[in-house]
């Protein structure tokens, strides 16, 4: 079981068929390849469907976990303060739980370098 308790954590909903998502997928696994000795999570959540994600992922490993949501991910991503909808979306979450920041479209490296200084 993956325990994301009392550490950062970027959960980033993304979309094989969303260029954006797959465009900023190497920055996030940059992102972690860099920050997870210092205690960073970072969590894919594909809305999406298997077959697609696996084939990406056969192509384009991440280090970071990637979990299928499915098009229930827009609901849950939705209850994370993205009432737009849209991809990508990712949502910064502080080590004692609470939501530090949200960023509807394509992240950028100045925003996770800011984002990393708010930890």
């Known amino acids: 079981m993956l325990s994301l308790r009392g550490r950062p954590l970027l959960i980033n909903f993304w979309a094989t068929w969303c260029p954006p998502c797959v465009e900023e997928l190497p920055l996030l696994d940059a992102f972690y390849r860099e920050n997870a000795a210092k205690g960073w999570q970072v969590l894919g ?10 084939s990406f992922l056969g192509r384009q490993p991440l280090a970071f976990p990637v979990v299928l949501a499915g098009m229930e991910g827009l609901t849950l991503s ?26 509807i479209g394509k992240l950028s490296e100045q925003d996770l370098k800011l984002w990393r200084e708010l930890q």
């Open 45 to 54: 959540i594909a809305v999406d469907k298997l077959t697609p994600v696996q």
């Open 78 to 103: 939705k209850n994370l303060g993205n009432q737009a909808g849209g991809l990508p979306f990712s949502v910064l979450f502080g080590a004692d739980g609470v939501i530090l920041h949200r960023k």
